[in-house]
């Protein structure tokens, strides 16, 4: 029911195409946990990889860099 992910030390400005498929699948995988109610992302770097699916009770993006398209998914 609940995940922290924190501290990433993936660096999003420079992926290689091996460390953007891990991002991707870290974040698929994610969106198939059906009772995750709380989700805390500080300082992670999935911006713009995420694609939840099951309702949120409490999401914490504390120093997260969010780009437009995550804003507009929440």
Known sequence: RSLKLQSSNVDVQHLTPESAMRIRSVARQLGMLPSLRELNLRSSKLSGYLDL????E???L????L???DLAFL
Do not use: F, R, T
């Open 53 to 56: 699916q099951a309702p949120l």
């Open 58 to 60: 409490s999401l914490e």
């Open 62 to 65: 504390a120093s997260c860099s």
């Open 67 to 69: 780009i437009p398209d």
